[in-house]
């Protein structure tokens, strides 16, 4: 590397990373006018998760609340309580505050365990509680 290619080097590296607090009117790409902001967003709740089995099907209903940051929801069902596998994929309404939602499917002839897995745009998720479908009660 020749000292004038090195020299080059050091001030594009000074350019493009200068020390946090010193301002770099001569940044590519760099604008001191625009500015983000971050965010941040309640997630989604189930405020309410109710089962049921009704003409032979297996209906579940929650309402959310923050429904506008919920991106979808997992219906998993067990069972055996510990392993669960996912059942169906709902998408969210974006309607801001609280929304109702819905699953069905053929009722079987074993009990079933099922919960709701709520997934954040921003990624995050949580589980709802467990709610058990019998047939035979």
Do not use: C
């Amino acid at each position: 590397m020749t000292k004038f290619t090195a020299f080059v080097f050091i001030v594009a590296l000074r350019i493009f990373f200068h020390p946090s607090g010193t301002q770099n009117n001569f940044a590519p790409f760099a604008s001191p006018s625009l500015s983000a902001s971050v965010v941040s967003l309640t997630p989604a709740k189930i405020i309410s998760l109710r089962g049921n089995i009704n003409n032979n099907k297996v209906t579940l209903q929650w309402v959310v609340d923050a429904n506008e940051t919920a991106d979808k929801f997992e219906v998993e069902k067990s069972a055996d309580g510990k392993t669960f596998t996912m059942a169906a994929l709902v998408f969210g309404t974006d309607k801001p505050e609280t929304d109702n939602y819905m699953f069905f499917e053929k009722a079987g002839k074993k009990k079933v365990l099922y919960r709701i897995k709520i997934i954040s745009k921003t990624g995050h998720s949580e589980y709802s509680d467990i709610i058990e479908i019998n047939p035979n009660v």
